[in-house]
């Protein structure tokens, strides 16, 4: 199926430093979710976004719905090494059923 | 808080051998997945079903067949495992808009 464009692929950061990450799409979507999985473990549900603009916090972690509905970008504040992972962005469509998923971005953050 | 269960974490299973995949959710979701993680290729849907009795076919359906009897159980089953099904199978349940996954079940074909 129709994957997102995430990027960056990977990162390495010092702790302390903030991070952002983004997905981008040729379709619109009425949903965006960002997860976060564990190496061996099932995708977390870290925040979802449902309306163009919005803006979303979740502790360090804040998330933005596109104005276009076309991408989302996710920061980190003041990363701390259990933020390490595999981060995975995913799109709704209007058919609800059809998720689409990011490749994933692998942060890596040395204490 | 949702909670999916996937009933093994681990399985190591024989080719030709039928193996069965069990998911539960504690939520009254009426939507659940079932996806197949690879590296390099993400996370690829094989079924959904969005009401019980109810199937439909995701992106890579074939060697899989799914089962869903009651609303929080979802059955993902290999008729006949082949050694290109070794993968973590992730599950996942929705009411509307977002999924919450299960931790995985990491099944190895020999």
């Known amino acids: 199926g129709q994957q997102l464009n995430q990027s960056p692929q990977s990162m390495f950061i010092q702790e302390g430093e903030d991070v952002s990450m983004n997905c981008t799409s040729s379709s619109i979507f009425n949903t965006w979710l960002w997860y976060k999985q564990d190496p061996g473990e099932g995708p977390v549900l870290l925040i979802a976004l449902y309306k163009a603009g919005e803006l979303t916090s979740n502790g360090r972690l804040t998330a933005q719905f596109g104005i276009t509905r076309k991408d989302s970008f996710l920061n980190i504040s003041a990363s701390i090494p259990s933020d390490v992972g595999i981060y995975f962005c995913a799109g709704l469509t209007f058919f609800f059923n059809k998720f689409y998923f990011g490749s994933g971005t692998k942060l890596n953050v040395k204490p | 808080d949702v909670k999916v269960t996937q009933s093994s974490r681990y399985l190591v299973k024989r080719t030709g051998e039928k193996v069965f995949l069990e998911c539960v959710q504690d939520?009254?979701?009426?939507?659940m997945f079932w996806y197949r993680q690879d590296p390099g290729l993400g996370l690829r849907l094989i079924y959904f079903?969005?009401?019980?009795?109810?199937?439909e076919k995701g992106d890579i359906p074939e060697g899989y067949s799914v089962s869903r009897e009651k609303k929080e159980r979802f059955s993902l089953i290999l008729e006949s495992a082949s050694t290109n099904q070794t993968s973590m199978y992730l599950c996942?349940?929705?009411?509307?808009?977002?999924?919450?996954f299960g931790p995985g079940t990491r099944l190895t074909v020999t």
């Open positions: 079903s969005y009401d019980v009795k109810m199937k």
């Open positions: 996942a349940s929705s009411p509307t808009g977002e999924q919450y």
């Open positions: 939520m009254d979701h009426e939507n």
